[in-house]
T-cell receptor, first 114, second 110 residues
Framework: DVKVTQSSRYLVKRTGEKVFLECVQD?????MFWYRQDPGLGLRLIYF???????EKGDIPEGYSVSREKKERFSLILESASTNQTSMYLC?????????????FGEGSWLTVV | RKEVEQDPGPFNVPEGATVAFNCTYS??????FFWYRQDCRKEPKLLMS???SGNEDGRFTAQLNRASQYISLLIRDSKLSDSATYLC???????????FGTGTQLKVEL
């Protein structure tokens, strides 16, 4: 079974803090994604990566950055957390998207910024 | 207009009922579609893929109507365990992009 692991499940951070969300997948997938999910807004893509050291902005990249130094690991960084970044963050991975391959999600990281 | 639109529900149905959800999409370049199931406070999980006209898997049937740009999900003989939010997803190859609907909530009751 594909396993996408988000190490931090529940976090409470203060405004202005730097936040790291880590994600690891064990299926040698090329693509990795970070989404956030908010009530009434659905899943919104923050960043994605199709290869090591490669990254592409999604629909809402402002206030976030990412790092992919190894194929299996994709990190989301909030340089200076703000209260409007309180959300559930979902990491996902997939094979190449040539035909829309299945995307597998981690269990989610619930971030509260106070 | 949202690229993928779903009725948020909730759809409250008795156990054993047949229920159908529709999802409309605005991008005619969308190549394939998916239905994901998401339980409360859990991650989405793939339910079905829809590449051509439709797909059937047990009690679940997904259909695609490209002319009218909608996808439907039919659930027959609903079970209590079917209670969840169902997300419609479109894939557009040109932009290598997945677009998620906001989901339709289903509650199956005794």
């Amino acid at each position: 079974d594909v396993k996408v692991t988000q190490s931090s499940r529940y976090l409470v951070k203060r405004t202005g803090e730097k936040v790291f969300l880590e994600c690891v997948q064990d299926m040698d997938h090329e693509n990795m994604f970070w989404y956030r999910q908010d009530p009434g807004l659905g899943l919104r893509l923050i960043y994605f990566s199709y290869d090591v050291k490669m990254k592409e902005k999604g629909d809402i990249p402002e206030g976030y950055s990412v790092s992919r130094e190894k194929k299996e690991r994709f990190s989301l960084i909030l340089e200076s957390a703000s209260t409007n970044q309180t959300s559930m963050y979902l990491c996902a991975s997939s094979l190449l998207m040539s035909s829309g391959n299945t995307i597998y999600f981690g269990e989610g990281s619930w971030l509260t910024v106070v | 207009r949202k690229e993928v639109e779903q009725d948020p529900g909730p759809f409250n149905v008795p156990e054993g009922a047949t229920v159908a959800f529709n999802c409309t999409y605005s991008n005619s370049a969308s190549q394939s579609f998916f239905w994901y199931r998401q339980d409360c406070r859990k991650e989405p999980k793939l339910l079905m893929s829809v590449y051509s006209s439709g797909n059937e898997d047990g009690r679940f049937t997904a259909q695609l109507n490209r002319a009218s740009q909608y996808i439907s999900l039919l659930i027959r003989d609903s079970k209590l365990s079917d209670s969840a939010t169902y997300l419609c997803v479109s894939f557009t190859g040109g932009g290598n992009k997945l677009t998620f609907g906001t989901g339709t909530q289903l509650k199956v009751e005794l």
